[in-house]
C-alpha cells in the first residue's frame, strides 16, 4: 500500500493541448525515439549485409555529413550546391503559391472558373513528377528552369483544390450581407475571405512544401548541372550511397527547418488569431 500511495504521488508530466507535452525537452526527446529506432535498424541491417557501398554504416554516413558541415563537395562547395537548391525551391513554391491561390480562389467563387480547371486540375495531378521533369527536361534541355517548372507544375494542382475548398466554405449570407453594406472589394478580401481562406492556405503551404523537397531533387537529377540533386547523381553513378544518404538527409533538414521557423509560427499565429473573438463584422460593422 505504501509502494501505491508512492507512486500515487508522482506527478505525470504536464500536457498541452491534444495531449502534447508543454515542456519543449520532452518534446524533442519524444521526437528523437522514432528516429533513433530507425537509425539503430538501420545500422543493425548494414551490419548484417556487410556492403560497404551499397549498404555504408551510421559511421560512414556521418563522416559524409560532416564533410558537407565542412563545405566539401564533390562537384562544387556544399554551400553553394544548397543554395541553388534552395533558390530553386523558393522559386518553385512562390510560382505555384501564386498561381495556385488565384484560380484557387477564383474556382471556389465562380462555377465556370472552377468549370474550366476542375478537369485540367486533375490532369496535372495525376501525371508522376518524374514525367514533369522529363518534359521540361526534353522541351528546354539542361536549362535552370527546369525543376523550377517542373516542381512548380506538380505544386500548383496542390493549392488550387485546397484553397478553391477554402473559398467555398465561405457563407453565402456573410457575402450577402457584407454586399449590402457596401464594403469594398479589400475590404471583403481581407475581413470576409481571408480569415476562411488563411487555414487551407497554410495547409497547402505545408504539403506542397514537403512535396517540393522530394520532387527537387529527382529534377535535379535528370534536368541540371548543378544543386543537390546533381552530387547525388555523380554518387549513383559511383555506386557509393554514404554521401547520397548524406545529400537526402540535408535535405530533410532544410526541409525541417523551413516548416519549423517558417510555417509553424504562421500556423502558430493564425491559431491565436481565429481564437480572439470578433468585435467587429465586415468592413468594421459591429
Do not use: C
Amino acid at each position: 500500500m505504501a509502494l501505491l500511495r508512492g507512486m500515487g504521488s508522482l506527478r505525470a508530466p504536464r500536457m498541452g493541448p491534444l495531449g502534447r507535452p508543454r515542456n519543449p525537452l520532452v518534446k524533442i526527446a519524444i521526437g528523437l525515439v522514432p528516429i533513433l529506432i530507425v537509425i539503430l535498424l538501420y545500422q543493425l541491417l548494414a551490419i548484417d549485409k556487410d556492403r560497404v557501398r551499397i549498404f555504408p554504416q551510421v559511421q560512414v554516413v556521418w563522416e559524409a555529413i560532416a564533410d558537407i558541415i565542412m563545405g566539401k563537395g564533390e562537384l562544387a562547395n556544399a554551400y553553394y550546391q544548397i543554395l541553388i537548391t534552395s533558390l530553386r525551391l523558393l522559386a518553385a513554391f512562390a510560382l505555384a503559391f501564386l498561381v495556385g491561390n488565384t484560380l484557387g480562389i477564383a474556382a471556389g467563387r465562380n462555377k465556370l472558373v472552377f468549370s474550366f480547371v476542375e478537369n485540367l486540375v486533375w490532369v496535372f495531378m495525376a501525371v508522376p513528377s518524374v514525367v514533369w521533369v522529363f518534359l521540361f527536361a526534353v522541351g528546354m534541355g539542361l536549362h535552370p528552369f527546369v525543376p523550377i517548372g517542373a516542381v512548380a507544375a506538380l505544386l500548383t494542382p496542390q493549392f488550387v483544390v485546397l484553397v478553391s475548398e477554402g473559398a467555398k466554405s465561405v457563407p453565402p449570407d456573410l457575402v450577402e450581407m457584407a454586399r449590402s453594406y457596401k464594403t469594398t472589394t479589400w475590404q471583403r478580401l481581407t475581413g470576409l475571405f481571408l480569415p476562411f481562406l488563411v487555414p487551407y492556405i497554410i495547409a497547402a503551404s505545408r504539403t506542397s512544401f514537403a512535396t517540393a523537397v522530394k520532387v527537387m531533387i529527382i529534377a535535379e537529377v535528370i534536368g541540371t548541372p548543378s544543386g543537390i540533386g546533381f552530387e547525388v547523381s555523380f554518387w549513383y553513378g559511383k555506386l557509393f550511397m554514404g554521401p547520397i544518404l548524406a545529400w537526402g538527409i540535408t535535405m530533410i533538414v532544410l526541409g525541417i527547418l523551413v516548416d519549423s521557423i517558417v510555417f509553424g509560427p504562421i500556423e502558430r499565429r493564425v491559431s491565436q488569431w481565429k481564437s480572439k473573438p470578433v468585435e467587429t463584422g465586415v468592413g468594421g460593422v459591429a
